[in-house]
């Protein structure tokens, strides 16, 4: 009990900035399950817990999102829960509960849930508490239920968890917070300054260059990072075979990651994919060996009941079930479709890749054109079809298209939803943005979109967004931010742009940042 307590002291003094985390949201959760066979509870009408939810900022604008859905959060820190607790009054959302509990604390009587999300806890508690998170997965999840862990994984903490226990050994003498961090940061400084950088002992080296990249890394963090991250008491990294061994004492098995990029040895060298193909004779073997090639250090699992049967080869029927979208987009201004030429199209982390063939160009085009939008595929074959003039049979082309979007969900350039997203991209007379995106603009610099992401706003949409109530229209908003369009209007001048025209184009970033709903 006395280290339940220190944790709990740690993150009052030091709130963790929690933020909205996509890839826990119900949404996304559903999508992967169903890619892997499941027939998860639908996000419109489910229930979810999250254990360490710190101020809520994941699970409240979830809740927002999902008003016939109820979400409970359980954390330790009376501070953070007090601060979430506020937002939810302000908000009057009566379908989000935070508790102020310790989780060892949680029993039968919370009843059982579609959806667990447990993210930046389970590698930094004791084992007790790891015990308890694993048994309230197998306990308190629904038959068909989705639990969600992230936790630290080796080998890519070894190195880490070296500085970590540098950095802890130094400020375990110090008692006040914010001392500690200022230590550790001097001292990682020595020590990445005092390590030798040239010599010929190649130990050494690899030394050095560790501690100067983790000095740079850290030098970005926050120092709710550093004091959460390396200074408290528990971070127990692990092999993920061991977290899977895990979870089978627990009546749990592996399903997936959230990423799932990150599952594929396809993206490796061919060699490398080859070997990773022959060592892992099981899924857990697989997944074991990608982490030794990449130095994995971290992971963001989920896990479902033992018994469920899970189905780890994708046809065309996946693409049947699913919504279709694409972060592509088209380098070229003016893409050809129909010329034989190649066409290139950038993902969203930089990637390039690129089609000469006209149906894979127009279904691509499509998905860029409606981003972040989704479709079934049988409309995205249509739309293609047309916009190629394809002569081939349907059977054909859909092969084709099937092909090419199984491919590109391996390297995360498209994504599947199992529920048609709930936003527009459609700009209406009246537009309406959500709940939340128009409360957090009037506080925060960031809004959560309903992707469940946080999207950077400056002052002029933070001032759009308050109208977007479905109350005014554009004349109205003109009207009423005249003075701040004309601040934005002023470089442009040259270009006879209008107040009407910035509103306008400041609307289309508004939709394309999936902030409106219908
Ligand atoms: C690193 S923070 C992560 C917060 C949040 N999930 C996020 O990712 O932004 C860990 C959280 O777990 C909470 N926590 C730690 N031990 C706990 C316990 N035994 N019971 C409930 N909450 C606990 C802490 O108070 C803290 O808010």
Redesign the pocket.
């Known amino acids: 009990m006395a280290t ?1 307590a220190v ?2 002291s740690s ?1 009052d003094q030091v ?5 909205p ?1 996509r890839s826990t949201h119900p949404d996304h959760i559903a999508s992967i399950a169903a890619m892997f066979g499941m027939a998860p509870a639908s996000p419109d009408a489910c229930r979810v817990l ?6 809520g ?2 699970l409240i604008p979830m809740a927002a999102s999902l008003p016939n859905s109820q979400f409970i959060g ?4 009376a501070a ?1 829960v007090a601060l979430g607790q506020r937002v939810i009054d302000q908000l009057s959302l009566k379908n989000v509960t935070l508790r102020q ?4 604390d ?1 029993g039968a009587e919370y009843g059982v849930f579609d959806y667990i ?5 389970y590698s ?2 004791p084992h007790e ?1 790891q015990d ?1 998170i694993l048994d309230i997965c197998s306990q308190q999840l629904a038959p068909n239920g989705v639990a969600f862990i ?1 936790y630290n994984t080796y080998p890519g903490w070894h190195m880490r968890g070296a500085v970590r226990n540098m950095l802890w050994y130094h400020t375990r003498q110090f008692e006040d917070v914010q001392t500690r961090i200022t230590q550790a940061r001097a001292l990682l400084h020595f020590l990445a300054e005092a390590a030798p950088k040239i010599g010929k002992d190649a130990d050494q080296q690899a030394y050095s260059i560790a501690l100067d990249s983790e000095e740079k890394r850290i030098a970005k963090q926050s120092d709710s990072y550093m004091l ?2 390396h200074l408290e008491e528990y971070n127990e990294p692990l092999y993920f075979y061991q977290f899977a061994e895990r979870i089978e004492k627990h009546d749990l098995q592996y399903v997936a990651e959230v990423e799932i990029s990150s599952m594929t040895p396809d993206v490796l060298p061919k060699d490398v994919a080859q070997t990773i193909g022959r060592l892992g004779s099981s899924v857990v073997a697989t997944e074991q060996y990608l982490d030794f090639v990449r130095n994995r250090m971290f992971r963001q699992s989920l896990l479902c009941h033992k018994g469920i049967a899970l189905e780890r080869t994708w046809g065309i029927d996946l693409l049947h079930k699913m919504h279709i979208a694409s972060p592509l987009k088209p380098l070229s201004e003016k893409p050809s479709i129909l010329s034989p030429l190649n066409e290139r199209f950038r993902g969203p982390t930089g990637t390039v890749v690129s089609s000469s063939n006209p149906l894979n160009k127009a279904a691509i085009i499509y998905l860029s054109k409606i981003w972040p939008n989704a479709v079934k595929f049988d409309q995205l074959l249509r739309e293609a079809r047309d916009r190629s003039q394809s002569v081939a049979s349907v059977e054909a082309d859909a092969q084709m298209l099937g092909d090419t979007l199984l491919k590109s969900l391996v390297v995360d350039l498209i994504e599947l939803h199992l529920y048609q997203p709930r936003f527009v991209i459609e700009i209406s007379e009246r537009p309406l943005a959500s709940v939340i995106a128009r409360w957090q603009a009037t506080y925060e610099e960031r809004v959560t979109n309903q992707r469940h992401e946080a999207i950077e706003v400056d002052g002029l949409m933070r001032a759009v967004l308050n109208y977007l109530d479905g109350q005014h229209d554009r004349a109205e908003i003109v009207r009423l931010l005249a003075d701040i369009l004309t601040q934005e209007l002023e470089p442009e001048s040259k270009d006879g742009k209008t107040l009407e025209q910035v509103l306008e184009a400041e609307l289309h970033d508004i939709a394309r940042a999936a902030l409106l709903v219908a």
């Open positions: 339940q944790t709990q993150y709130p963790y900035p929690s933020l985390i999250e254990i360490g939810c710190a101020d900022a994941n359980v954390d330790l820190s953070q509990l310790n989780v060892m949680f999300i447990v993210y930046g806890v930094w508690a508490v308890k992230s959460h991250e």
